[in-house]
């Protein structure tokens, strides 16, 4: 990992005084960073879901969570629709076809393909497909994390049919920002 600390000169100023004229930089502290590739790199499996976190907010600074989504083919999600008021989820294709339900419209993400579901949209995701898929989330700002995912694993492991109980999934989904969604939705 290699440390990054750097220092940017914004302007020079001239500045009047009982001596002269004198010249003065102004200058900008960036924070030290560390930089790495896929600082986060952390994998929670979540019942048939692989969950990838590449970078989380700790390393984005709040930015942006990065993470991989790896879904079985006809594998449906288990979870309730849902929304979330404070950030937006931007979906990448990297395998196979997720097909998206936002708002109530069908969205198929295919490789190449990018789909940005903004704040508020109730939306799920199923994999109608005979090939296994895999996705790339972004989250922004970076109000999900792998604490999310990890909490609902084992809340699943905790549970005789590896499904939570409806009232601790809903309970976990609104203490992490997200809305479920009335039924049917």
Not at 57 to 64: N, Q, T
Not at 71 to 95: F, M, N, Q, W
Not at 138 to 153: D, K, Q, R, T, V
Request: charged residues 20%.
């Amino acid at each position: 990992m290699a440390v990054v600390s750097s220092r940017a000169v914004l302007g020079r100023e001239l500045a009047r005084s009982a001596s002269g004229i004198s010249e003065t930089e102004t200058t900008v502290i960036q924070a030290t960073a560390d930089i790495a590739i896929n600082p986060a790199d952390e994998v929670v499996q979540l019942g048939p879901l692989g969950i990838r976190f590449l970078v989380t907010g700790h390393e984005s600074r709040g930015s942006a969570s990065v993470f991989e989504c790896s879904v079985p083919a006809g594998e449906k999600l288990r979870a309730p629709a849902h929304s979330h008021d404070a950030y937006e989820e931007t979906i990448y294709g990297l395998e196979g076809v997720l097909t998206w339900m936002v708002n109530g419209e069908p969205f198929d993400v295919a490789p190449g393909q990018a789909l940005c579901i903004p704040r508020g949209a109730v939306h799920r995701f199923d994999n109608l497909g005979d090939q296994d898929a895999k996705v790339l989330v972004i989250a922004s700002p970076a109000l999900i994390g792998p604490e999310y995912f990890g909490e609902l694993a084992d809340a699943a492991k905790a549970a005789a049919d590896g499904l939570p109980d409806q009232a601790r999934l809903m309970d976990i989904m609104r203490r992490h920002g997200l809305t479920p969604a009335a039924p049917g939705a």
